[in-house]
C-alpha cells in the first residue's frame, strides 16, 4: 500500500489492516515508526536517498529467514493451519499402500496439483497432511476446507474472501479467504467433487492466473499456494452427466493418487492392531487380538473404510473387559452395514481345512479370483493363507 505522508488516517488504516491480517513487519518512514509499534509489529526503516528501497528490501528478506529459522511453525500453530501427519503415520504393508507411499515421496518433491481419489473413509486428507509435509512448503500453513459442507455463498466468501462493506454485516475491513491464509503453503480442497460449478470457474482461473480477487474487491491479490484436491466421485462421470468442468478436472488431476477401500486391502491386521493400540494408550486399556478376530474383519466388507473400523475397535476398547477380544466379544458390536446381505458371522476355524483346498485348486490351474469365488472368501484371504502356509 502507498499513502501519502501526510495523511495520518489513511497511514493509521493501512497500518491496521496489516495487523488484522497477521503481518509481522512493515516497511516505513520515520513518521509511522509509532504507529506500527503500537500494533505489535517490527519496524524496518525507509530512509531517504539512493538505496534506501533496497536496504529496506533485503532487510524484510532477512527477518523472514531469521523468523522462519528461530519459530518455523508459531503462526501456522495459532491459526490452526498445521499438518498434523506423516507417512509414517499411515499404516499398511500391503504391496498396493506401498506403492502410494512411493508415489507420495515423489509428488511430494514437486510443486504440482495432485488429486486423491478414493472413498470415504479411507484417509484421504491424513495422505494429503503427509505430502505436505513432505514438500519445500510444510514450514507454511496447511489450510483444509470440505467443499460440499457449506453453502455455495458462504463457500465463496471463504475461499477468496470480501471486501469491507460487501454485503449487510460484512466485518468493515473485509475479510481474508482461504486462499491468502494458504499463501506460501497449501490449500487441501476435500471434496471437490461437490462444488458448485459456478465456482469451479473461478478455482479453475486462480489455478491459471496465480492470483485472487476478493467479493466485492476491484484489485487482484497475488498467491503462492500448492493445491491438493480429494473426492469420493468419479470425476470422469461427473464431467460427462455435466456436474463438473472438464478443464478444472484435467488441471487438477496432474499428479493423481487413488486410494483403495480397506476390503481391497491385505493389511487389515496391521491397522487393526494400531489402532487397538491407540485406542488402549488413549483409554488406559489393555487388550489383544484372537487371531479369529483379524481373520473376521479381513472378510468383511467395511463400506466406511478405516474410520468405520477404528469405531468398531474404539467401542470394543471401552467394552470389553477381558484382556483379549474373542470373536464373541465382536460380532454382537457390529453395526448392520457390516453383517447384512451375505456377510454373516461364521466359524473362522475353516482356515486351516483351507489350506489344503486352496492349493488343490490352484493346482487345478484356478486363479486366485475363482478360488476365492469357489470357497466363497475374499482374494486377499486366498492370499493370505497361501502366505501362512509357505511360513508353517
Keep these: 500500500h502507498v499513502a501519502p505522508?501526510?495523511?495520518?488516517?489513511?497511514?493509521?488504516?493501512i497500518i491496521h489492516q496489516a495487523a488484522a491480517q497477521g503481518v509481522t513487519a512493515l516497511i516505513g518512514i520515520d513518521a509511522i515508526s509509532s504507529m506500527i509499534a503500537a500494533q505489535g509489529m517490527d519496524w524496518i526503516p525507509l530512509r531517504s536517498g539512493?538505496?534506501?528501497?533496497?536496504?529496506?528490501?533485503?532487510?524484510?528478506?532477512?527477518?523472514?529467514r531469521r523468523y522462519r529459522q528461530e519459530n518455523p511453525r508459531s503462526a501456522i500453530n495459532q491459526a490452526g493451519m498445521q499438518a498434523r501427519y506423516h507417512l509414517e503415520d499411515i499404516v499398511g504393508?500391503?504391496?498396493?499402500?506401498?506403492?502410494?507411499?512411493?508415489?507420495?515421496?515423489?509428488?511430494?518433491?514437486?510443486d504440482s496439483t495432485i488429486l486423491i481419489t478414493g472413498e470415504s473413509g479411507t484417509g484421504k486428507e491424513m495422505l494429503a497432511q503427509a505430502?505436505?509435509?513432505?514438500s519445500g512448503r510444510r514450514h507454511g500453513p496447511f489450510v483444509a476446507i470440505n467443499c460440499g459442507s457449506i453453502t455455495e455463498s458462504l463457500l465463496e466468501s471463504e475461499l477468496f474472501g470480501y471486501a469491507g462493506g460487501t454485503f449487510t454485516g460484512a466485518n468493515r475491513d473485509g475479510k481474508v479467504g482461504l486462499f491468502e491464509a494458504a499463501n506460501g503453503g497449501t490449500l487441501f480442497l476435500d471434496e471437490?467433487?461437490?462444488?458448485?460449478?459456478?465456482?469451479?470457474?473461478?478455482?479453475?482461473?486462480?489455478?491459471?492466473?496465480?492470483?485472487?480477487?476478493?467479493?466485492?474487491?476491484?484489485s487482484g491479490i497475488p498467491v503462492d499456494v500448492r493445491i491438493l484436491a480429494a473426492t469420493n466421485k468419479d470425476l470422469e462421470q461427473a464431467v460427462k452427466d455435466g456436474h463438473f468442468r472438464l478443464d478444472l478436472y484435467y488441471r487438477l488431476a496432474v499428479l493423481p493418487i487413488r486410494i483403495p477401500p480397506l476390503r481391497e486391502r491385505e493389511d487389515i491386521a496391521d491397522i487393526s492392531r494400531s489402532l487397538l493400540y491407540h485406542f488402549d494408550k488413549h483409554y488406559e486399556r489393555q487388550h489383544s487380538f484372537q487371531d479369529a478376530v483379524l481373520d473376521y474383519f479381513q472378510d468383511l466388507p467395511w463400506p466406511g473404510n478405516v474410520r468405520q473400523l477404528s469405531n468398531v475397535i474404539e467401542r470394543l476398547v471401552l467394552i470389553v473387559t477381558n484382556e483379549?477380544?474373542?470373536?464373541?466379544?465382536?460380532?454382537?458390536?457390529?453395526p448392520p452395514s457390516l453383517t447384512a446381505g451375505n456377510v454373516k458371522p461364521r466359524d473362522l476355524n475353516i482356515r486351516d481345512m483351507t489350506y489344503d483346498l486352496i492349493e488343490k485348486l490352484g493346482d487345478d490351474g484356478k486363479s486366485v479370483a475363482e478360488i476365492a469365488k469357489e470357497l466363497g472368501i475374499s482374494r486377499s484371504t486366498v492370499y493370505r493363507l497361501k502366505q501362512k502356509r509357505k511360513q508353517d
Excluded: C
Excluded at 505522508?5 to 488504516?13: F, G, L, P, S
Excluded at 504393508?93 to 514437486?110: D, F, N, R
Excluded at 505430502?131 to 513432505?134: E, P
Excluded at 467433487?193 to 476491484?218: A, C, F, S
Design 324 to 334: 483379549e477380544i474373542s470373536l464373541a466379544d465382536v460380532q454382537p458390536l457390529l
Design 131 to 134: 505430502i505436505h509435509n513432505l
Design 192 to 218: 471437490v467433487g461437490d462444488m458448485p460449478y459456478t465456482l469451479q470457474n473461478r478455482l479453475l482461473r486462480v489455478l491459471q492466473e496465480k492470483y485472487i480477487r476478493r467479493i466485492g474487491g476491484h
Design 5 to 13: 505522508e501526510y495523511d495520518d488516517q489513511a497511514m493509521r488504516e
Design 50 to 64: 539512493r538505496g534506501g528501497l533496497i536496504r529496506a528490501f533485503f532487510k524484510a528478506l532477512w527477518n523472514v
Design 93 to 110: 504393508s500391503s504391496q498396493i499402500m506401498m506403492e502410494i507411499k512411493e508415489l507420495a515421496k515423489v509428488y511430494g518433491t514437486t
